[in-house]
């Protein structure tokens, strides 16, 4: 049986005329990059001087390049401790925020604006609440009676810059689930509390199951923004040189690209964490059917 409206006479070359200049973007602008990407990645050039064909000669030196396995030992475990957090935080201030109280508007507002603030300008204010003698956090553990903390050493750096991109990215995920929240009959609520059950039980057995596509997209989400992560973690960890105390792939490839003007060296780590996000954009998909419910 067909459903739907389907353009007929004119309205074909209409509706191509009108989608044109979208799939020559797309055609062009996206497709075309990623084969661009590809072919430099087999190339050595400078920008300036006729590139050179190398073959997977650049995917071999990543092998022994130290500075690259550094920067994606550092994107994995910043990683590993960013996506769960990210995902518990947010989910737990939209339940907070999915209730009826006055001002839950605001609220929403105010944990939402650092997705859309300058990251450059949430970079900066956060160098100064870390600083280590001026520092609003080690101000605040003086008076307390304690000992100034150094937030970005090289012992604390990582903690720190998580905390910092987590903060940043709970607004976003809060967004996603409340969607996913508000899509639940009351009455399923309605029904529990007229038999008794626990709010943890409420939780467990109705809000979670019936949030788990919202729990995949954000999972998703997450993860690909981990792994892409930059502005942050340049900001607060960059030197006086324009190097990084912890570099990330994004950066490598950015210091490759742009600083030694090595683009097949660039191109190639940018199709290698490419090639991670797909693998584990993949791995979620077949996992998800084992436990998200789209009923």
């Known amino acids: 049986m067909v459903s739907g409206l389907r353009p007929l006479g004119r309205e074909r070359l209409w509706l191509l005329i009108l989608l044109a200049p979208t799939l020559i973007g797309l055609i062009f602008g996206a497709f075309g990059s990623i084969l661009a990407t590809l072919g430099i990645s087999f190339l050595k050039w400078d920008l300036i001087s006729a590139p050179i064909w190398v073959g997977i000669d650049n995917y071999k030196a990543l092998l022994t390049d130290k500075l690259f396995l550094d920067s994606l030992r550092n994107t994995t475990v910043f990683s590993v401790l960013y996506v769960p957090s990210v995902v518990i935080l947010s989910l737990a201030v939209a339940l907070l925020l ?39 956090l080690n101000s605040i553990i003086v008076s307390l009676g304690g000992q100034p903390v150094r937030w970005l050493s090289t012992q604390n750096m990582m903690m720190s810059i998580v905390i910092v991109n987590v903060w940043g990215a709970i607004g976003e995920g809060m967004i996603i689930f409340l969607a996913g929240l508000q899509a639940i009959p009351r009455e399923y609520y309605e029904a529990a509390e ?25 999972l998703l989400i997450s993860t690909i923004n981990a792994f892409q992560a930059f502005e942050y973690i340049y900001i607060l960890t960059r030197t006086a040189s324009g190097n990084s105390n912890l570099p990330t792939v994004v950066f490598s490839i950015y210091r490759n690209g742009f600083n030694y003007f090595r683009m097949g060296t660039a191109t190639a780590q940018a199709i290698v964490l490419a090639v991670i996000i797909m693998v584990l954009t993949a791995l979620y998909f077949w996992l998800q059917r084992r436990w998200v419910s789209y009923e």
Do not use: C, E, H, K
């Not at 939402?112 to 450059?120: E, K, M, N, Q």
């Not at 007229?194 to 954000?218: K, N």
């Open 194 to 218: 007229v038999d008794g059950v626990t709010a943890w039980s409420r939780f467990y057995r109705i809000t979670l199951p019936l949030i788990t596509p919202s729990l995949f997209f954000q």
């Open 98 to 136: 999915n209730r009826r109280m006055r001002g839950v508007a605001i609220f929403r507002v105010l944990y939402f604006l650092p997705v859309i603030t300058s990251a450059v300008a949430v970079g900066i204010v956060w160098n100064w609440i870390y600083a280590p003698d001026r520092g609003v």
